[in-house]
Each structure stands twice: as C-alpha cells, then as structure tokens.
C-alpha cells in the first residue's frame, strides 16, 4: 500500500528514480533508461529509503558465465566442431584426418552422438556428416550466447568445464509514494556567496549529510594480480636465503644519493628527476660520524666541498638502494643477504614503459671473496626464479658500483626489455659505512617490468587497471604462471 506523504524536494536522480519504479524493477533497467552506471545511483537510492520513499531489496539468482577454457572454444572453436569443418566431401563420403591436434578429445565428443571411426580416419555418409555438424554448430552457437542455451546443455558445458555457475545479487527498486507525493529541485550541499547575494538560495533545498549510510562496497572480482605478484617475489627471495629490509618512502638525500657516491651536482638530483618535498615535521638524521665520513670521501674523490644541508633536504627515494644502504650502515663487515621491495618515484612522463611511481626489488649479498662472476650467478639465479628462462647482460655505468651492467630479459610482445641495474659497489660507497673487509654485490630491479614479463602485458598501466574483465584477465594469467612454475617443481628449482 502506497504511503499519503506530504509534497516532498528530491533531487532529480531520486525523482527519476521513484517514477520509474511504481512496481518492482531492477535498479539496472532504470540505471539503464536514465543513461547512467547502477553503481551512480546507490547514494540516491539509499537516501530515499532512508527517507521511507522507495522500497529497495536484494536478490540472488543463479546464471551461467565461461570460464577462461569456455572463451577460447567461443573464440577458437569446439574440437570436435573444428575436426567436422575440416572434413573434405566427395562422391557422398566426407572423411576427417584423425591426425591434426585435439582429434581425440574431439572423437571423445562425437562419440555421445554415435560416432564411430575407423582406425584414424572418420568416415561418414554426406547426409549423417551434414546432420552432425548442423548439431555441432549448434553447440557453437549457443557457447557463444549462453544466456541462451537450455539447461541440458549448459550442464553438459559445465561438464566439460566450459561454463561455470555464478550467483549474482540484484538491487531491486519500488516507489513507496505516489508520483505526486514528491517534486524533484535543485539540491545543494553548500552555498556561495553569489547563491546569498542575488538571493537563489530561496530556490534551493540544502542537502543534509547522513553520516550514518554506509557506501557501497564494490570489492574486486578476483585478488589483485600484482599484489599477489609482490607477495610472491617476497616469498622467492627469502626461499633463496635473503633477509628482508623495510625503510621509508620519504628519505634525506643523504641515503638516496650521498651515500650512494652521487655527487651533489649529479643530474640525477636535479627536479627533472627527484620529488623534492617541503615537509616540517621530523626526519631521523644520519649519525654524525657517518656524515663526515661520506662528506670526506666526497671532498677527497669528487673535489668540490661537499654541504651536509644539503645531504638532509626530504625526497621521495628515486631507488630502494636508499633502504638496502641504510642495511649496510647497520651491520657492517661479515656474510649476509638482504633485499627489499618498495615504491619509488621520479617525475617521469607516464607512457606504456614508464610511470612516475613504480616497485623496485633491490638487494645486496655482502661477503669476503665475492667477484663480478658471483654476481651475474646471484642475478641469473634471481630469475630464473622468478620465472624469467632468458636474461642477458650488457656493460654499463652507475656512480656506486664498478664493474656495473644492466640486466635484461625478453617480452613476449616488446622483445628484449631492460628491467634493472647491478654491480659491485666501490670502495668509495663501502669503507665509510665501515665495510673493509667484505664486497657487496647490489641490484636494483623494477618489479613493474618484470610482472610485464612474465603475464605478457605490455603497457605498465595496466598494473593499475580498475576494469573488472582486465583483472580477470590478468589474474588468470597470474594463476597459469603459478601452476607452470609449481608443474616445474616449484620456484626455487632452478
């Protein structure tokens, strides 16, 4: 029974909303016909229900999607569908080779139909040929409009794990007023001075807020890929006998650069390639002693004087190495691995290979008697566990590290991608953190790249995608990895 209410001010969407629901209907058809995205219209629809205009539930009902295997038959074709299209008719008799790929699992289908073949050729009578495929087809037909296939076949889809059950809920919507019970006006949330001067305010109705309604939730479809990508790399170093390291994202130059042997007129410190931050708050500052130390070996090598003001200006760290050399500094001389994975920032121009912020894996392995060898040994390992089958090295230059090289590694779709620097640090880097006795192979890898790599995606922004589909897409190519590399004999099998 429809409530007697006073004339009510609504905004137009909640108005549009109640007269095109007298009866039930779902919020999807009037999303629909009002040309906007459901989701658009939740805040409207539960400020009218908390205002007793509108009637809203919520049910569940069961349908049928493909799965990944399903959308390539849609796509590719059934076998037993391609094995019938690729049969050659003559004099009455069409024959089918049994030799091309997949004709066994086609045979295996066929065979529900009464086909039978002899030895490895499937002969049949042109009209029997023509009446299977016309059924095949069928079966084609309707993988490609589930939503139209009766439910034997869907349940024989579903056997053959083309299709999957899904239960979806719908948002189900119906006036509690009559038509004439509300008046859609000009809503506001605040007025301008303009709105009190020229006196429209009269017009309006302010909108109040109802802190109490709780947003819609719209959690992802599947667990984010590259979330699961970082865990994994995480769990792939420590299996390799690293310790991991955490350190903060806004850092002093001191460990993004002058510790590092970067000179404080390097180009790489200037605003085209660092996030400089004003920030007042407090900053932990480097041990005093440490701080003479690399502003003597800077003085002495680099011959400028070196400013220790200018080593405690705040940045966002351009590399994780600001955190794996804080690690250094802490434990000195002897035998450890450490690694860390975090965000980093550099204004770059955001294009299918470049982002202005980005992960990187970085890692020092410290010892007596380590060589370049060790190094490029420690790297091809890294990987090939990360599943990386093919890495080549090219020669290059850093400002801490001697011999250096760059690191890469071939795309599917880019060919061959650089995706991180490595080298064994120098003297100048090492002795004032107190390291005499040890050598420290270090790398810094982006991880952005690498999961590019290996899920074959070739537009860094696409990390990032909000699209419900793409992150389908990509998770399950996420999942095949896994298995591939759990079907090798797990990650660390190298």
Request: hydrophobic fraction near 40%; glycine fraction near 6%.
């Amino acid at each position: 029974m429809l409530l007697q209410t006073p004339v009510a001010l609504v905004p137009q969407q909640i108005y549009e909303i109640l007269r095109r629901a007298p009866a039930w209907r779902p919020l999807e058809e009037v999303a629909r016909e009002m040309g906007v995205a459901p989701e658009s219209l939740m805040r409207y629809v539960e400020e009218a229900r908390a205002r007793g205009l509108l009637q809203v539930e919520r049910r569940t009902a069961e349908s049928y999607e493909l799965t990944e295997e399903g959308r390539r038959r849609a796509e590719e074709g059934l076998p037993e569908y391609k094995l019938l299209k690729a049969a050659r008719c003559e004099g009455g008799l069409c024959v089918a080779d049994l030799a091309q790929p997949e004709a066994d699992l086609a045979l295996a289908n066929l065979a529900k139909l009464g086909v039978r073949p002899r030895g490895r050729r499937l002969e049949l009578d042109e009209e029997t040929y023509r009446r299977l495929l016309a059924a095949v087809e069928e079966r084609q037909r309707l993988l490609a409009s589930i939503d139209k296939a009766p439910p034997e076949v869907l349940q024989e889809f579903a056997r053959r794990k083309l299709v999957k059950k899904v239960e979806k809920t719908a948002v189900y919507v119906k006036a509690a007023v009559p038509p004439e019970a509300v008046k859609p006006a000009e809503v506001k949330t605040a007025l301008t001075a303009e709105d009190i001067a020229s006196g429209r305010w009269r017009s309006y109705t302010l909108k109040p807020f109802d802190l109490s309604i709780e947003p819609p939730e719209h959690p992802g479809p599947v667990p984010h890929f590259f979330n699961e990508f970082l865990d994994y790399v995480r769990e792939v170093m420590v299996g390799l006998g690293f310790e991991e390291a955490r350190g903060p994202v806004l850092e002093v130059e001191f460990w993004n650069f002058d510790a590092l042997f970067q000179a404080q007129d390097h180009p790489a410190r200037e605003v085209h390639d660092t996030f400089y931050v004003r920030w007042e708050g407090p900053l932990e500052r480097p041990p005093p002693e440490l701080m003479d130390a690399v502003g003597k070996i800077h003085e002495e090598r680099w011959r400028y004087r070196w400013d220790p003001n200018k080593a405690l200006n705040p940045v966002l760290r351009t590399q994780t190495t600001a955190t794996t050399i804080r690690a250094l500094a802490e434990r000195g001389d002897g035998e450890y691995k450490v690694f860390t994975i975090g965000r980093v920032f550099r204004p770059e121009k955001l294009d299918p290979k470049h982002s202005m912020e980005f992960h990187q894996l970085d890692g020092i392995v410290v010892g007596p008697g380590l060589t370049f060898k060790h190094l490029l040994g420690q790297l091809e390992q890294i990987a090939k566990a990360l599943g990386m089958a093919k890495v080549k090295f090219r020669p290059a230059y850093f400002p801490f590290t001697s011999p250096s090289v760059e690191v890469y590694a071939e795309h599917p779709k880019l060919g061959w991608v650089e995706f991180g620097g490595a080298g064994i640090f120098r003297p100048e880097v090492t002795e004032p953190l107190g390291v005499r006795k040890s050598r420290v192979l270090a790398w810094g890898w982006g991880l952005d790249r690498i999961a590019m790599i290996i899920l074959g995606i070739d537009d860094i922004r696409e990390l990032f995608t909000k699209d419900p589909e793409r992150l389908r897409e990509y998770y399950s190519r996420w999942a095949r990895y896994r298995r591939s590399a759990a079907a090798a004999g797990g990650r660390y099998t190298l």
